[in-house]
């Protein structure tokens, strides 16, 4: 008889708290900008986007996702591209707890 003991558990899993995200089901164009966006809609669209990420209850697990991967577009646990870019050139890892007030690290273009 084969030994299973030693698989890994399902893949579901390792995602499992995606289930409960507060982005679960909501539209992706919030998170992700359209190529032409710029200025006053990009900080708009990210501000709605961090208050959704803010009322998250997997927030550090979703930032810690993207920061190991890492993810490189798009807002992920509370944080823009830049600033976990940022996070990741000063060679820190990602907070524990969620940030209350990310600060705009991007310049308007």
């Known amino acids: 008889m084969a030994d299973y003991s030693r698989l890994p558990g399902p893949v579901n899993d390792h995602w499992k708290w995606q289930d409960v995200a507060a982005c679960r089901g909501l539209r992706t164009q919030v998170f992700f900008h359209p190529a032409q966006e710029r200025g ?53 890892s990602a907070p524990s707890e969620p940030l209350h007030a990310v600060p705009d690290t991007r310049t308007a273009g």
């Not at 809609?41 to 209850?57: D, Q, S």
């Not at 550090?60 to 807002?75: D, F, K, M, S, W």
């Open 40 to 92: 006053p809609a990009w900080r708009r669209r990210e501000t709605e986007a961090k208050a959704i990420c803010h009322r998250c209850p997997v927030i550090t697990q979703c930032r810690q996702h993207a920061l190991n991967v890492p993810e490189p577009y798009g807002i992920w646990g509370g944080l823009s591209a830049d600033e976990r870019r940022d996070l990741l050139r000063a060679g820190r």
